[in-house]
């Protein structure tokens, strides 16, 4: 990438705009920097998730990650430009299939909960979710290749998967289980 920031505060946005990476203003509230800040966010999620004691594979998966979300935050900042390589999708879609293959099937629901580090991997699955949601309403508006809507579904997937894993990881070294949903707690007060 071409400039790097060496001022913050500019005073540009002052009036409501920012700059895209190809030095064009747009509104703040436009469809691009809604899907960009979701993806800032979601990378500050994730960054707060590997504040956790995490299992040193799961930390290098997320700090690349956050590398990719850094490119797939660029190529949604620069119309027409492409910095989320092929090669990023292949590399969740293997985490996937490897995390995944070593869980128990899932035979119930489960809610958002257990360690702490499970919790926020949810959390990084559901922030996930709407940056999706951010970056799809670019594509129907805008011409976005579809890698970007590809990788943050398949991150949120994942988000998903890895809050089982870490629920199963712990410091401890206790046996750890998803927190499941009880259908029953419905039934029991008249819902």
């Known amino acids: 990438m071409g400039k790097r920031l060496t001022q913050i505060a500019t005073r540009t946005g002052d009036d409501g705009t920012t700059g895209l990476g190809n030095n064009t203003r747009v509104s703040k509230n436009s469809l691009r920097p809604h899907a960009m800040g979701d993806v800032d966010e979601l990378n500050s999620h994730i960054g707060l998730l590997l504040c956790e004691d995490l299992p040193a594979d799961v930390r290098e998966l997320l700090i690349d990650i956050q590398h990719q979300l850094f490119n797939l935050g660029g190529e949604i900042s620069i119309p027409g430009f ?13 985490a996937l299939e490897r995390y995944n293959a070593a869980l128990p099937r899932l035979q119930e629901f489960i809610l958002p909960a257990g360690t702490r580090a499970a919790a926020q ?9 709407r940056a999706e949601r951010a970056v799809v309403a670019v594509c129907e508006a805008e011409n976005l290749r579809p890698a970007p809507r590809q990788y943050l579904n398949r991150l949120s997937d994942l988000m998903f998967v890895l809050a089982r894993v870490l629920n ?24």
């Open 82 to 94: 492409e910095l989320l390589k092929d090669d990023a999708l292949a590399q969740l879609d293997a």
């Open 168 to 191: 199963r990881h712990r410091p401890d070294g206790s046996a750890g289980d998803d927190v499941y949903w009880k259908s029953e707690r419905l039934e029991r007060s008249g819902a």
């Open 121 to 129: 991997s949810h959390v990084c699955r559901t922030v996930a979710r």
